[in-house]
Structures are given as C-alpha cells and as structure tokens.
C-alpha cells in the first residue's frame, strides 16, 4: 500500500497581518467608518495631515454668513465681515481592542477580512455619531411644541420649515430623526399616492429638507423640574452672562444637559445638569442671555423630547487628525490611512501578545467636535 504524506502549513497571524494591513485590510476598514459614520456626511469637517494627541485645542474658522443681498444704489453698503475663530479639543481618542489567535486566522480564507475588524470599525462609527448627537445639546431653538406626544407629519414639517426661515437658515437643510419620527412621516406621505417612499422605506426630500433616519436620535429625557410650573429669575439677569439663577422649583428637582428652558420668546439649553436646593439653582448655559432678564420672570422647562434636529452643514464642525505614533512601538506593526472621501485618519496596531498567546489589533481615531454654529440648527418639534 502506498501511503501520501501531505505538508499541512498553518500561517501565523502576525505574520499574514504584516503583509495585508496596509494593502488590503486599512482600505476595507476606512470604507466601513465612512459609511456607519453617517452625520460625518452631513456636517463640516476640518482634516490636515498633522499629527496630534488627545487633550490639544485646534483654533479654526467659524463660518461667516452675511445677512441679505441689496438693491445697488447710489451709496454702496458694505457689511462688515468679522474673521471669528472657535477652539476645538481634540477630546476624543476612540480604540476598539480585538485578539485573535493563530488557530482562528488559520480558518480564514486567505484576503478575507475578519469580521471582528468590521465589528470595530462599525463600533468606531457609532461612538462618532454618539459624540455629533451630544454637542447637539448645546442647541436651544426649536420648533413648534418641543414636548409634544402627537404624531408627527406635515405640520410639524411646516414648523420647522418657518422657525428655520426666521433664523434665516436656508441653504442644504438637513433633518435627522429617530426611527419613530420616520415612520410618522412615511404613514403621512404614503396615505395617497406618493408610494414611492413606502416602497423605497425611507422619506426622502420633504419641504425643503433632505430627512434621514437614525437609530442613534435617542429621545431626550428632561429632568424633574419639567414638572415644575412656577419656576421663575430668583435675581435680573443682563444680557452676555451664560449663568441664570431659577427659583421656585420643588426641592430636590433637576435639569440635566441639554434640557431646554424658555423665557419670554428665547429659548436657552442647560450646558451643565443641577439639583435645586430649597427650590433654588444656579444654571450655566451653553447660550449667552439675548436680552435683559427682571427677576420674577416666568420660566417654562421643556418636557422629555425627540431628538429629531435640523440644521444646515455649517451648525456642527468634526476636527480629525491622525495620531502622534506611539513611543516604544518595537514589535508594534503600524498601518494608517485616511479615507479618500472625507479625510478621515484612521490608524490600526498590531502585536503578539505571549500572555494571551493571540494578536491584538488596536483601530483608533483622533476627533473632536463642537456645536459652532448652533444657531444654524433646531430641535423639531410636534403641534
């Protein structure tokens, strides 16, 4: 009988990792960020290849708006354009960590991308979006009735669509919204014979807004003192301060960020969350006091809320940059891209860790982002 003797050769991870990062994986993943990273689409981006650690401040340009166009007359009017500056902190240095052993790259097919990477870069994309909807908070007008439990549809649409006007916002119009809201909408504008959005699944362009859907527009829950109806300015308040101090509150109640309150016609939202002691707070504001505040004023706290928002490109600025590399990086194999699309650095790396006898793969980004114009966005409110 004659017997076959087979040299069976089971390739080391590390060493199949080396060769592919760069070539093969990095693409694959860079893709994959961009496309989970949907507000990154939708918002401005500031991207240099320059090197940065979490903690710095990047000073960048706000973007200018001019008022109206005129009528040419015999005097020219010019508008004074102011050259404003925001600082941005770099404060967010997000990583997903994963190993694996040679035994579970040795059943993959050769090219073939683990799908723990794709589960990270997806994980990168939604902690992105998560920190977009956050500074999001910082955003006080709204539309219609904030708190409202109604059905939304064409009405709140309409709303929204003014409060922008007033706010002269104009150009590229964009509403995010949670699944809940979507489906609102598609009931509304599927009950005739606009079928086209039932069939597609999704709303598509309404009056004037380009409107997605997104798992993550999480409603907004307000604190206690919401329920409160005598809240009133314990002391006046001038015009420029960013601290309000409230009375009349039940003892123990409390506004937490992003909770919007009202006074007169201007709306402000809460930069830091407070317990009111003997009914008594002092509030800090993302916003500055618009107009003169007497005490006594009455002051209305919104309800719990959808986070649906509509802004345009401008309201919200994502700063990315790539990362300083890592000291003592012997034995650390390194592979960095940034994203052709959107210039999103994204770094990855690897090693051979004897303790857990796997190699770990390390995908990080460096970003920060800031409500720069917050004045260009709304939070969407029913009737």
């Known amino acids: 009988m004659t017997h076959n ?32 990273a ?91 979006n998560s920190k977009v909807y956050q500074c999001a908070k910082a955003v006080s007008g709204y539309s219609g009735v904030l708190d409202s439990q109604n059905e939304r549809g064409k009405k709140s649409l309409i709303l929204a ?45 309404r009056m004037g807004f380009d409107i997605y859907s997104d798992n993550q527009c999480e409603d907004h829950i307000a604190g206690t003192a919401s329920l409160d109806d005598s809240i009133v300015t314990a002391i006046d308040v001038t015009t420029g301060s ?12 409390t506004l937490v960020v992003g909770d919007i309150i009202t006074i007169g016609k201007e709306s402000y939202s809460v930069s830091e969350s407070v317990t009111f002691t003997g009914g008594t707070a002092a509030v800090t504001l993302f916003d500055t006091i618009r107009a003169d505040v007497q005490a006594g004023a009455q002051v209305a706290v919104s309800g719990d809320h959808r986070g649906d928002i509509a802004f345009t490109q401008d309201a919200f600025l994502g700063v990315f940059r790539k990362l300083v590399p890592p000291l003592n ?6 592979g960095e891209i940034t994203d052709p699309v959107l210039g999103i650095p994204m770094r990855m790396l690897s090693w051979y860790n004897p303790s857990t006898e796997s190699t770990h793969v390390k995908l990080e980004i460096l970003f920060g982002v800031k409500a720069i114009c917050p004045e260009r966005a709304i939070r969407v409110g029913g009737h």
């Open 329 to 334: 990086a012997l034995g650390v194999t390194i």
């Open 161 to 205: 669509k003014k409060a922008l006007n007033v706010k002269k916002v104009n150009p590229d119009r964009v509403m995010i919204v949670s699944p809940e809201t979507e489906s609102d909408y598609l009931t509304t504008f599927t009950s005739g014979n606009d079928q086209k959005a039932e069939v597609e699944g999704h709303v598509g362009r």
């Open 242 to 253: 960013t601290v309000i101090v409230l009375s009349g509150a039940t003892d123990g109640a």
């Open 5 to 36: 003797h087979n040299l069976v050769v089971m390739t080391a991870f590390g060493n199949d990792l080396d060769a592919l990062v760069n070539d093969e994986y990095m693409p694959l993943l860079i893709q994959r960020l961009r496309n989970g």
């Open 38 to 128: 949907t507000l990154a689409k939708h918002i401005k981006l500031d991207t240099e290849d320059a090197a940065f650690e979490k903690g710095e401040t990047l000073r960048v340009v706000k973007p200018a708006t001019v008022d109206e166009a005129r009528e040419h007359g015999e005097a020219s009017v010019a508008t004074d354009m102011v050259v404003e500056k925001v600082d941005v902190t770099l404060d967010h240095h997000l990583y997903v960590e994963v190993k694996v052993t040679d035994r579970e790259i040795a059943k993959t097919r050769p090219g073939a991308l683990p799908s723990a990477l794709e589960a990270a870069a997806d994980k990168l994309a939604e902690a992105f």
